[in-house]
């Protein structure tokens, strides 16, 4: 999954060789067998950005700004960015100055299934990530992903296959990812059940079960 980039980067940052560390993926928040009707097909198409207001980490800015782009203001899409964080007045305070009326912050959580009824995908902006619990959480609901190349997300976003992938993190770069998935958005309800079926392989059924065993085998092993 890529995930041993974060170990990779600890190691350089700690300048140790930590040979006996390991990466234990996140517990997510959804069942692993969720199921989640595709939206109506009379419902307007909707991404959501499902993560922290925080715009240094999550990018939310660079998204905004693609959205101010005039192919985007032009076309029937409807962006909500959910979550809570102390950015919610400087990012209401940019759309409304972009005055992005198709974008709604709502500065609060909502329910994955919630969400996930109503939106067709996920766009992940991220400028870093360890990896994104809202994209292992989307695509177990069959929801393709948009996002940036960071931490553990180009394991797992195959650009074209179970999502779509910029070539790098800045506006440029996320307005021809999100171009290349709007142009084959016929595809997006298989792409979603290929990210379902894919990111099963990748993720345990019970990560926090899976962590307990292995704290307990470290636990019972003999002193060195």
Known sequence: MRVREN?????SYLALPLNQAEVITNAYACPFEVKCPWPAASTPVRLAVVSRLN????GQDLLLDVMALPQW???ELHLTIFGEGDSYDLLEARRARLELEKVTITGRPAALAEIWDRHHGLVLPSRFEGQALAMI???LYARPVIATPVGGTAGVVIDGVTGFLAEHVD???FDHAMEHAWRRREEWRQIGENAANHIRQKV???PGRDFLGKLGRLINQPAP
């Open 7 to 11: 170990l990779e980067h600890l190691r």
């Open 55 to 58: 715009p240094l980490q999550k």
């Open 73 to 75: 203001r032009a076309r």
């Open 137 to 139: 959480e989307a695509m």
């Open 171 to 173: 506006a440029s770069a």
């Open 204 to 206: 345990s059924p019970s």
